[in-house]
Structures are given as C-alpha cells and as structure tokens.
T-cell receptor, first 114, second 113 residues
Framework: AQSVTQLGSHVSVSEGALVLLRCNYSSSVPPYLFWYVQYPNQGLQLLLKYTSAATLVKGINGFEAEFKKSETSFHLTKPSAHMSDAAEYFCAVSEETGRRALTFGSGTRLQVQP | KAGVTQTPRYLIKTRGQQVTLSCSPISGHRSVSWYQQTPGQGLQFLFEYFSETQRNKGNFPGRFSGRQFSNSRSEMNVSTLELGDSALYLC????????????FGAGTRLSVL
C-alpha cells in the first residue's frame, strides 16, 4: 500500500524567503510523485511530476522538487516566495503499475507574509 | 484546449435525496477519476473509469456509483444522501497511460442539509 506524509499542516514564510514543503512517501513499487496546488474554491492544479526520469523536477511558477529514493522524499521548494503562492499544497503518489488512484497527503497551507 | 469541466459547481440537497454530478474530461482523455475532499478526511479516491469500464474503486459504500459514456464524459451518483456526504467532489482526467498524470476540474461543492 502506498501512503504520503506531509510534515507541517501550516507553513508561514516572508515574501522573498525560501519555501520548503516536505513530503515523504511509502510505496512498495517505484512511484510516480506529484505536487498539486489548490487555491480557495478551486480544484487542484498540477505543479510538477516525477515519473522516473530526472530526479530534480522543475514545475510551474518557479517551483521544483527533488526525488530522493534513499530518503523516500519529494520535497517542494521555491527560492523566493511571492504573495500569490499562498495556497494549499498537496503531495500525491501513484504506483507505476497496479492501482492507479492518487494517494494524497493531508496538505500544507502556505502563508506568505508581506 | 478546454480543461476538465464539472457541473454544477454548487449543489444543496437534503438527507435522503440522491444527486448526480457531471464531468467532461479534457479532449482525448479516456480516463476519469473521482475524488471526495473533506476537511476531516482530506482527498479520498472514489473510482476511476476508463473506456466506459470501472477500472479502480476506492473504499466507499455502494451508495456512491458512477458511469462513463462513449465520449468519455462521466457522471457520479450518490443515493440516499447523508450529512457526511457534504464535500467537494473533484473529477480528474488523464490519457489513461502508465504515467497517470491527472488534471482536475474545479469541483462540485455538495452541501447536504
């Protein structure tokens, strides 16, 4: 069975500061990993994906994530936070074979202080 | 290219009623998945349809059902609504291939009174 743990339900940073959102996964088979962002009253927007190619993945809006198999982690980073980054972020895992449903973490709400 | 379209955006129903939600996937996508989002349980997988067949199913009671049409559009039905069914229901579409990249609609917010 696969699972995702997001450390920190709320993260607050100052505008211009580094954003680091943590995600650890467990999966019995090679995983596909995703980060999604959700703005209020909206659906989920795909930020980036890891599908067993490069371990450092670049996404939209300046975000990137690094797949570290030894640490079973897929942390999301952005060098400089912008006010518009305030939203909820979800890490998700799906297996390469077998069950195709996305398993989501519980989400991290990012606040950006002026 | 149009994204995933879900209708209606908002619904208010009373306990015991039934409800049908609709999802139109991105053109060319053959897989449609449904998820329930609540503050307490987070995002949970309901089921996935591919080429009109249910391919995967989550751990929800039989009151939750779905179907997919030949044009890949999908509907989700919930019968005998309970207060706990109040949630944001999200639909996601994908090509259905191994990479499983899913694109989400804006969701239907269901309130059960």
């Amino acid at each position: 069975a696969q699972s995702v743990t997001q450390l920190g339900s709320h993260v607050s940073v100052s505008e211009g500061a580094l954003v680091l959102l943590r995600c650890n996964y467990s999966s019995s088979v090679p995983p596909y990993l995703f980060w999604y962002v959700q703005y209020p009253n909206q659906g989920l927007q795909l930020l980036l994906k890891y599908t067993s190619a490069a371990t450092l993945v670049k996404g939209i809006n300046g975000f990137e994530a690094e797949f570290k198999k030894s640490e079973t982690s897929f942390h999301l980073t952005k060098p400089s936070a912008h006010m518009s980054d305030a939203a909820e972020y979800f890490c998700a895992v799906s297996e390469e074979t077998g069950r195709r449903a996305l398993t989501f973490g519980s989400g991290t709400r990012l606040q950006v202080q002026p | 290219k149009a994204g995933v379209t879900q209708t209606p955006r908002y619904l208010i129903k009373t306990r015991g009623q039934q409800v049908t939600l609709s999802c139109s996937p991105i053109s060319g996508h053959r897989s449609v998945s449904w998820y329930q989002q609540t503050p307490g349980q987070g995002l949970q997988f309901l089921f996935e349809y591919f080429s009109e067949t249910q391919r995967n199913k989550g751990n929800f009671p039989g009151r939750f059902s779905g179907r997919q049409f030949s044009n890949s559009r999908s509907e989700m039905n919930v019968s005998t609504l309970e207060l706990g069914d109040s949630a944001l229901y999200l639909c996601a579409s994908s090509f259905g291939g191994s990479e499983n990249i899913q694109y989400f609609g804006a969701g239907t917010r269901l309130s059960v009174l």
